[in-house]
């Protein structure tokens, strides 16, 4: 997507209920579930993440590198200016980034499956610490009548992104910083409670 992006997300217990969902309304599967590795860059005095800025690319299906703005959240919906394009390989494009400076602050990861119905998509995912519905549309109002549609409250929409969560539950509790992956977490799953997550489902 390249303009302004629109979304919404949610903690959940039950991602399958949701994808049982999605098939009762005749969503239509357009990414099957696929594993993501996403690396974040900054320049190296923080500037970026100060600012609100993220620069990243991301390898599943194929490699895209990815630039996001500054997010305004308005009754938990996230709106940011957003500019995406493929790239031809994951590696060289880290290669030049680094070339030119910037340093690779984060890695994460997921597996990720994509729906679309009625021009919005829907997007399932799995991470680390937990589970995760995510739709993006073109308006508040819009999204806010998928999420009633799919058993969400939008009153439990999470405010923060998947990176944020985890640096703030890190700060929180004490922890070194480290990249938010199945092997890093591997043994040290957070509860819900220590993310500060509420379920939507």
Request: hydrophobic content about 40%; aromatic content about 8%; proline content about 3%.
């Amino acid at each position: 997507m390249n303009g302004q992006e629109i979304e919404v997300k949610f903690f959940v217990r039950d991602l399958k209920k949701i994808e049982l969902r999605l098939l009762e309304l005749k969503a239509q599967l357009i990414q099957p579930r696929v594993h993501e590795l996403n690396f974040r860059y900054d320049l190296p005095d923080g500037s970026m993440r100060t600012m609100g800025r993220v620069l990243r690319i991301r390898q599943d299906a194929v490699a895209t590198m990815t630039y996001k703005g500054p997010s305004i959240l308005t009754d938990g919906v996230f709106s940011r200016v957003e500019l995406e394009t493929e790239i031809g390989d994951f590696t060289t494009a880290q290669q030049i980034l680094e070339a030119l400076g910037y340093v690779k602050i984060l890695a994460y990861e997921k597996f990720r499956a994509v729906y679309e119905l009625d021009s919005f998509h829907i997007m399932l995912d799995e991470l680390p610490y937990g589970d995760f519905v995510e739709i993006e549309g073109t308006d508040g109002a819009g999204l806010r009548e998928m999420s009633s549609r799919l058993g969400l409250n939008i009153e439990a929409a999470v405010g923060a992104g998947y990176a944020r969560i985890f640096e703030d539950y890190n700060m929180r509790h004490g922890h070194a910083s480290s990249d938010l992956t199945f092997d890093a977490l591997r043994g040290r799953v957070p509860s819900p409670e220590e993310l500060n997550l509420q379920a939507a489902d």
